[in-house]
């Protein structure tokens, strides 16, 4: 079982089958950044990936949107360019000879359109007649051959506007235009010299849509890098704004923490000092009392051995003793200004006295580069006495080993026993039954920025690591 209670502070919500080697909540390693620096640095690379990812669709956008564009238009200048050519130059030379497929005719019309028509960018010029036969190409081969008569040819046919696109050269009759590049093939409805409607079909290179998108990348680039460092230059006091707003509920949120321990101490302090000026004062007199009481008692000689009633009052003395050491320890533990006094070393090892006053061996180990903040010493001090406590009250163990160091930018803090173990079922039915420790100290380490965890399998002992940034 592997529970991070820094997660979820709450004991009775950590699930019933968390184990060892779900690896979710893993405590940072050391030498790691704080997680509050973390944090900021997270949010950090997320805006400026935010920001990269806006700059690079707004220029996918730009690009595909500006492409598309110069196609258009790329096709509508095809368009009209073989506007021009099919009713100024094809069109008159279209005899019912050519048209028939006279040698001489169709000599004729070729000196024209190849002086006259197959000038850059066209590279293809077919006139096809109802059918689907193509009664002139350039190319020589095509006069003549029949095709199925469907597709672009027949709706030119019906549309009087004609048809541009970039073709894929899949045809049959485009097997002599697959040089390897694109182009843009344009249908014209055109009457013909002899009368005969007709369609004339170009094909035009390209470039001239990759020439477009050039020139429409030059004319909208300035304008689209001027919106893009707008942009930058509104999310850049828009981030400034809201870390500043980050940092001050920050700040606020210290104040905050910083004001409820203060009133924590306080209340700790009135509490302790009405503990020693009335319960401990108190029990002090009392077992006075009973010792008087007990030594000017004569023995009762009918009383069993111990039994007498001076016997009775001297263990009561004794056990009032023992009370009153336990308060004052409590009220050690109560006024902090006594504690701090102390090392850290001292604090832990007096946490141990009573296990090993029980015959539990707890041995420590301090290897600390410096004298750690206050409020890292109160944690790590109740870390430790929770951690002793439980394996008093529940671990049955013979060894509690406690292990303090810190790298220099953190703490961290490992009381590792042999006992029983534990189960989140152990968990969730002492917070049930109202023990808070761990809960309340998970809060304040998680508030502090550190992580607790407790790694435990029945049988096998728990581990308890705690570790907290230095600031």
Request: hydrophobic share 45%; charged share 25%; net charge negative.
């Amino acid at each position: 079982m592997l529970v991070t209670l820094t997660r979820d502070a709450d004991p009775a919500t950590v699930p019933d089958d968390a184990r060892a080697d779900d690896r979710s909540g893993v405590e940072a390693p050391p030498g790691a950044a704080p997680p509050r620096d973390m944090l900021r640095r997270a949010a950090r690379i997320q805006f400026f990936a935010a920001s990269v990812t806006v700059v690079l669709l707004i220029l996918v956008i730009g690009s595909l949107a500006l492409h598309r564009v110069a196609t258009r238009e790329a096709l509508d200048d095809a368009r009209v360019m073989t506007t021009a050519l099919a009713h100024g130059v094809i069109a008159p030379e279209l005899s019912s000879a050519v048209l028939s497929g006279n040698a001489d005719a169709l000599a004729g019309i070729d000196r024209v359109v190849r002086q006259r028509v197959l000038l850059d960018p066209v590279v293809r010029v077919k006139v096809w007649r109802r059918g689907g036969a193509i009664a002139y190409s350039d190319e020589r081969a095509l006069i003549g051959t029949q095709t199925t008569f469907n597709g672009a040819v027949r709706d030119a046919f019906a549309d009087s506007s004609g048809h541009a696109d970039v073709t894929d050269l899949s045809a049959d009759e485009n097997r002599f235009e697959r040089a390897g590049e694109r182009l843009v093939e344009v249908y014209l409805r055109v009457r013909a010299a002899s009368g005969e409607t007709v369609v004339v079909e170009l094909y035009q290179r390209a470039d001239s849509i990759d020439a477009e998108t050039r020139r429409l990348w030059g004319a909208f680039l300035p304008v689209l890098v001027v919106m893009l460092f707008a942009l930058a230059a509104i999310q850049v006091p828009l981030a400034i704004l809201h870390a500043r707003r980050a940092r001050q509920h920050e700040r606020e949120r210290e104040r905050l923490v910083r004001r409820a321990d203060d009133r924590v101490e306080a209340e700790r302090l009135r509490i302790a000092a009405e503990l020693h000026d009335g319960v401990v004062q108190d029990l002090v007199g009392v077992a006075y009392e009973l010792r008087a009481v007990a030594d000017e008692l004569p023995e009762d000689p009918h009383a069993p051995p111990g039994q007498g009633l001076g016997d009775i009052l001297r263990r009561s003395e004794q056990s009032c003793r023992m009370t009153v050491r336990a308060l004052r320890s409590l009220l050690v533990e109560l006024h902090p200004g006594e504690r701090r006094a102390e090392t850290l070393e001292a604090a832990i090892a007096r946490l141990a006295e009573p296990l090993r006053e029980r015959g539990v061996a707890v041995p420590i180990t301090v290897n600390m580069r410096r004298i750690p903040p206050v409020d890292v010493s109160e944690l790590v001090h109740r870390a430790v006495q929770e951690a002793l406590r439980n394996v008093d009250r529940h671990a049955g163990a013979r060894t509690a080993e406690v292990t303090l160091t810190d790298d220099g930018s953190a703490v961290r803090l490992a009381v590792h026993d042999d006992g029983r173990g534990m189960t989140t079922t152990d968990l969730q039915e002492q917070h049930a039954a109202g023990h808070m420790g761990l809960r309340l100290l998970a809060e304040g380490i998680a508030a502090r920025g550190g992580s607790l965890e407790i790694e435990s399998e029945p049988g096998t002992g728990t581990r308890l690591t705690l570790w907290l940034p230095w600031s």
